[in-house]
């Protein structure tokens, strides 16, 4: 079977650029031609790709201290070349799409729609499918509704955006897909004899809606240190507006180069290559996700309830047990609340830091990470659940 993964989003939005990255991975490991398809409307970007090559697209999915981002031969997509690239979509078997439809931006104006992208959707006669990869579509992919309905199969990422879509009647009977990484399946097939360090790790991107400063306020109070990963706008205001927080937290910034507090409990990495912290999951014991609560105002965030991710996964596939808030968890999500550790709904440092506190001994890991383990690799291998949701229905 010949499968394009259809990509659009030029900004760095790692979950998705990770997940498109994963599809080419599993189809190419099943034995189908499968490549990353990522096309734009601006004539002058770099690595356009021409329809006229007897080879597919290539990429490469780039980790570094500016993020995920993928790097990839782009196609042209203008009034002028459409009828050309539809004719060249028709060549494949089966194209699945990334986001839905086109995020909007700046330099991504509704006459593009129109004109462009449109047609990728709606004209192109094989076997297709889309996928909700946020929960943001009616900000960021107002046309879904004109595409919605020319899909085979439309998935979500997780419950959480399941549930938004269906209420929002753009569509219904939505279906859930997700996986871990290539890269955590790999090594837990492998993995040798564990050597579990007493850690809690943070591998979050630093967003508002991830709560990275109840971390920050409850390091001081935690037993374990911690070992924080990943970048974005929140560390940068973190240091600007709480400094001396951020100052009793941290021992040391790599970031930045900073000695901060031999007392510390957190050594911050940033952005680090994919291995590193999937290395970084198999030694460590703990990792917390505090997405489902506002630390801001102290009270659930509706969008996020049932929200689970690809790091998520990662973690239990590689033996570090989550800490997740109750409300993202069964029955909200299909994560099973024996393979996790339930958070109460609390935002409070002293409460939380407690929780965790009394929750970090090596009784409660081992009552969990093998349950965690057997689950996530029997439900989320990348393979196994390619041929499943996007090989066997088109069978």
């Known amino acids: 079977m010949k499968i394009g993964v259809c990509f659009f989003i030029e900004s760095n939005l790692g979950g998705a650029a990770t997940q498109a990255d994963d599809l080419v991975t599993a189809a190419q490991r099943l034995g189908h031609d499968a490549c990353l398809l990522q096309f734009t409307h601006n004539p002058r970007s770099k690595g356009q790709w021409k329809l006229s090559n007897n080879t597919m697209p290539c990429h490469q999915l780039l980790i570094g201290r500016t993020g995920i981002k993928l790097k990839s031969e782009r196609i042209l997509v203008t009034p002028a070349t459409i009828r050309n690239v539809v004719k060249y979509l028709n060549s494949f078997d089966l194209l699945i799409y990334v986001g839905v ?4 931006t700046r330099n991504f104006a509704e006459e593009d729609f129109y004109t462009c992208y449109e047609p990728i959707y709606t004209e192109p006669k094989c076997a297709k499918v889309a996928f909700f990869t946020d929960p943001f579509w009616q900000k960021l992919y107002p046309y879904a509704d004109r595409i919605i309905d020319r899909m085979d199969i439309v998935y979500a990422f997780a419950e959480a955006y399941r549930r938004i879509v269906e209420e929002t009647n753009l569509c219904s009977a939505l279906s859930v897909c997700n996986f871990g990484s290539i890269m955590a399946t790999d090594m837990a097939k492998h993995m040798k004899e564990r050597k579990s360090k007493n850690y809690i790790v943070w591998p979050h991107q630093w967003r508002s809606w991830k709560n990275p400063e109840l ?5 001081p109070l935690l037993r374990n240190k911690v070992r924080a990963y990943s970048d974005g706008i929140e560390y940068h205001k973190i240091r600007r507006d709480y400094w001396r927080e951020w100052k009793k937290a941290v021992s040391y910034d790599h970031l930045k180069k900073e000695a901060l507090n031999k007392e510390g409990k957190i050594e911050f990495f940033g952005t680090v290559p994919q291995e590193t912290i999937m290395q970084e999951f198999a030694s460590c014991r703990w990792m917390v996700d505090f997405t489902g609560m506002s630390y801001r105002t102290g009270k659930p965030i509706k969008k996020f309830v049932g929200n689970y991710q690809c790091v998520n996964i990662e973690c239990m596939m590689l033996g570090c047990v989550n800490f997740k808030f ?8 299909q994560v099973p609340s024996d393979c996790v550790i339930s958070l109460p709904l609390n935002t409070s440092p002293q409460d939380v830091a407690s929780f965790i506190n009394k929750n970090t001994g090596p009784s409660c890991y081992q009552e969990v990470t093998s349950r965690a ?23």
Not at 326 to 333: D, L, M, R, V
Not at 373 to 395: A, M, T, Y
């Open 101 to 104: 439809c086109p995020h909007i």
């Open 326 to 333: 109750e409300n993202t968890i069964a029955p909200h999500s």
């Open 373 to 395: 383990r057997k689950w996530s690799l029997g439900n989320f291998d990348p393979e196994r659940v390619f041929q499943k949701c996007f090989i066997n229905p088109f069978n």
């Open 215 to 219: 971390l920050i306020n409850i390091a």
